[in-house]
């Protein structure tokens, strides 16, 4: 089965550092370019980071940008957020999902929740 | 970056009928580089429709898209009770890839 979870959320104060883990399972994660995407409550859907298959080059939402590292270690099917100076509006659900450059996201994990709060 | 904006906002509609969404771009998107997602309470986005017009694996043929440019266009043809969820078109043709603001389909 074609798998995505996410993991390494939770509560933190304004300032602090958090990093999130999504596990892959079922397809060739080595072969894909992966992304986070986050959801703030009841709110739309913003692309935040992406990382293409090799870790060659990476991307972030200006709104992250300096803040945020994106990463992977294919050996462990795994990919990453740390995510640094964290504010109030990172407030998020934090989705990791599967899709190539010029390709739409095919799969997605069940998210895992970060609250900025004091 | 191109911005996505999605109309209506909230689409009302008894089971049976048609629904139809909109999603305008800023500017040209590339080789119809336009998904539809689905998303319910609680849950992740699915993927419906990928360049503009193709369903993605196991979406029932109701679902329907269409459009180029600038302009483009998801169909219910017979709203299921299970269609009614919010719905999101994206672009990830050019970088960043953007998301438009989504509109809800709710029951009448």
């Known amino acids: 089965e074609v798998q995505l979870v996410e993991s390494g959320g939770g509560l933190v104060q304004p300032g602090r550092s958090l990093r999130l883990s999504c596990a892959a399972s079922g397809f060739a994660f080595h072969d894909y370019t992966m992304s986070w995407v986050r959801q703030a409550p009841g709110q739309g859907l913003e692309w935040v980071s992406a990382i293409t298959r090799n870790s060659d080059t990476t991307s972030y939402a200006d709104s992250v940008k300096g803040r945020f590292t994106i990463s992977r270690d294919n050996a462990k099917n795994s990919l990453y957020l740390q995510m640094n100076s964290l504010r109030e509006e990172d407030t998020a659900l934090y989705y990791c999902?599967?899709?190539?450059?010029?390709?739409?996201?095919?799969?997605w994990g069940q998210g895992t929740m970060v609250t900025v709060s004091s | 970056e191109i911005v996505l904006t999605q109309s209506p906002g909230t689409l009302s509609l008894p089971p049976g009928e048609r629904a139809t969404l909109s999603c305008r771009a800023s500017?040209?998107?590339?080789?119809?580089?336009l998904a539809w997602y689905q998303q319910k309470p609680d849950q992740a986005p699915r993927l419906l429709i990928y360049?503009?017009?193709s369903r993605a694996t196991g979406i029932p043929d109701r679902f329907s898209g269409s459009g180029s440019g600038t302009d483009f266009t998801l169909t219910i043809s017979r709203l299921e009770p299970e269609d009614f969820a919010v719905y999101y078109c994206q672009q990830y043709g050019s970088s960043p890839r953007t998301f438009g603001q989504g509109t809800k389909v709710e029951i009448k």
């Open positions: 999902a599967k899709g190539n450059w010029g390709s739409p996201f095919d799969i």
């Open positions: 500017q040209s998107v590339s080789s119809s580089s």
């Open positions: 360049g503009a017009s």
